[in-house]
C-alpha cells in the first residue's frame, strides 16, 4: 500500500510535488499518496502515515516530530507590480493593495507588528480562500501578498514573484509528524524531507 502524506495544499502545489521525483528516484519502491489537510492531527483517527504541518513549538510529546524548516515570511508581489509602486521601506505599502488569505488571516497584522509598524492598517484588500489563490493573485499583480519564504522560493527564482522588502522569521515551523512506530518507509520520506529541504 502507498505511504499517505497529509499536508496543506499550498505546500504540495508550491514545494513538495517539484521535488518529488527526487524522493522518486531515491526510492522506486515507495509509493507515495497526498492527502490535502491543514487540520490538526490524529493518527488514531486519520488514516495518514506521516504528516506535514506549519506549527510553533513546543512540539506534541505522543508523536514524533522532525523539523523540517524554519519559515520566513515577507511582501511578495509581480515585478510588473514592483515596477510600478517602487516599493522600497515599508512605509511604501501604504500605496500597495493588500493580498490576504483565510488560512492565514492575521499574517499581514502579524508581519507588521514584527516590523515594528503598528500604524499601518492591515485589514483592507482582496481577500482568498487559500493561500495559492493569494499568490496566484500576487504572481498576477493585483497586489502584495505576505508569502513564506518556502513556498515563493521557486517563484522568486524564476521572476514571477520578487520580494523588495525581504523576510523575517515567522516563528513557525514546518514539522514532519508521525505515530510513534517503527515505519521504514515514513522514516525514508522524513529523512529525504531533510535533505531536499537543505538543498531548496
Given at each position: ?5 497529509s ?21 522506486p ?36 516530530a ?30 500597495a493593495p ?5 488560512t ?23 481577500r482568498?480562500?487559500h ?27 524564476t ?11 515567522s ?5 514532519a ?19 531536499a529541504?537543505?538543498?531548496?
Open positions: 500500500s502507498a505511504l499517505l502524506v499536508c496543506g495544499g499550498t505546500f504540495i502545489i508550491r514545494w513538495l510535488i517539484p521535488r518529488l521525483h527526487g524522493f522518486r528516484s531515491r526510492h519502491d515507495i509509493e507515495i499518496r497526498l492527502s490535502e489537510s491543514d487540520a490538526p492531527v490524529d493518527f488514531a483517527q486519520d488514516a495518514a502515515d506521516l504528516a506535514i504541518r506549519t506549527m510553533a513549538r513546543p512540539w506534541p510529546h505522543d508523536i514524533v522532525t523539523p523540517i524548516f524554519g519559515e520566513e515570511v515577507g511582501p511578495v508581489l509581480s515585478p510588473e507590480l514592483q515596477a510600478e509602486l517602487g516599493i522600497r521601506s515599508v512605509d511604501d505599502l501604504v500605496r493588500l493580498l490576504h488569505t483565510e492565514r488571516a492575521s499574517a499581514w497584522s502579524d508581519w507588521l507588528a514584527a516590523a515594528g509598524r503598528t500604524d499601518i492598517d492591515p485589514t483592507p484588500g482582496d482568498f480562500e493561500f495559492y489563490y493569494m499568490l496566484q493573485a500576487a504572481a498576477s499583480g493585483l497586489g502584495v501578498a505576505i508569502g513564506p519564504r518556502p513556498l515563493v522560493d521557486d517563484d522568486i527564482v521572476g514571477r514573484l520578487v520580494a523588495p522588502l525581504g523576510y523575517i522569521e516563528g513557525f515551523h514546518y514539522v509528524l508521525r505515530p510513534m512506530r517503527d515505519d521504514a518507509r515514513a522514516e525514508a520520506f522524513v529523512a529525504w524531507l531533510a535533505d529541504a537543505v538543498a531548496a
